[in-house]
């Protein structure tokens, strides 16, 4: 008895010695930045020098700046794409999957963007949208009238409609395929071919059996889609439109970048933080009710 007791204790002992560096970094890196973005966004500070305590007045600031009524309203615009950037790469993914005849060069066509990067995407596009661009002198050329009127990216109306169509669907079909591409592997091929045998057709097997059975890999890329466009948009945004025009396609995480960075009021760019924050954990803690949910269902 007491041999396995002490057998007991040295294998915890052990196991947090494993664990001490892993739960270091996590403080340092992870726990202690949060910490001190709380603090500081209740300070006036330029990010250097001292901090003045300044309570709640960044946040009552902040309420009242429409620069960051601006970015929720992009933001809204942007969630409402995510829709049809999930469907879509299901939807290609699942006719893949059946055996298009050359769908391995389809598949290397579509992932194309995930392999350039944001930088090199948003400074891409920036280029062929552009009122004197590419894209327009094709137009021109095939006899549009007034086609060097058009300026997707510099009217308010069209540029975060654009942003959104590049960055939620465009640039994550080819991830979202080859992602949803190798979750239909591992379905069961004999489901198919018994709702075949019942004379479903393609559109039931779909929704009947490919859709049901990736459920939880479709939850995952939805909230992904979400954290991608509350904060993985800064170094698009930055080359694509810079926020602009005006503040059509300002971001909570491009303010935090303006506000910090160029304003230098750090203390005030941590109370832009600080909300980004609580709309990722929010995400976060949606996607856990969704994932223990379903598993109670199950």
Excluded at 111 to 129: A, D, Q
Aim: with cysteine.
């Amino acid at each position: 008895m007491l041999k396995k007791r002490l057998m007991k204790h040295q294998e915890e002992r052990d196991a947090l010695i494993l664990l001490l560096p892993l739960i270091l970094l996590m403080l340092v890196f992870t726990v202690y930045p949060v910490l001190a973005n709380f603090y500081y966004s209740m300070t006036k500070w330029k990010g250097f020098g001292t901090a003045e305590w300044v309570g709640l007045k960044n946040y009552a600031t902040l309420l009242q700046d429409v620069k960051f009524w601006h970015s929720l309203k992009n933001l809204s615009v942007l969630i409402a794409y995510i829709p049809a950037g999930v469907f879509l790469p299901l939807l290609i993914a699942a006719i893949l999957r059946d055996g298009l005849k050359g769908w391995t060069f389809f598949r290397s066509v579509i992932y194309l963007p995930n392999i350039l990067g944001y930088v090199i995407l948003g400074t891409l596009f920036s280029i062929l949208l552009s009122q004197r661009g590419p894209l327009i002198e094709l137009l021109t050329m095939l006899g549009v009238q007034d086609a060097n009127r058009i300026n997707i990216l510099g009217q308010s109306n069209s540029a975060i409609h654009m942003v959104s169509l590049l960055f939620v669907i465009l640039m994550k079909m080819g991830f979202g395929c080859i992602y949803f591409l190798a979750a239909m592997s591992s379905i069961d091929s004999s489901m198919y071919d018994a709702a075949g045998i019942d004379g479903a057709n393609w559109w039931q097997r779909f929704w009947n059996i490919t859709v049901p059975s990736i459920s939880f890999s479709i939850q995952f890329f939805v909230v992904l889609s979400f954290i991608e466009v509350f904060a993985r948009m800064y170094s698009f945004i930055y080359t694509l439109t810079y926020g602009g025009p005006g503040f059509a396609t300002f971001t909570l995480e491009f303010g935090i970048y303006r506000q910090g960075f160029k304003a230098f009021k750090m203390g005030y760019a941590s109370s832009w933080a600080v909300v980004l924050f609580f709309f990722c954990s929010a995400i976060a803690a949606l996607q856990i009710y969704v994932i223990r949910k379903g598993d109670q269902l199950q």
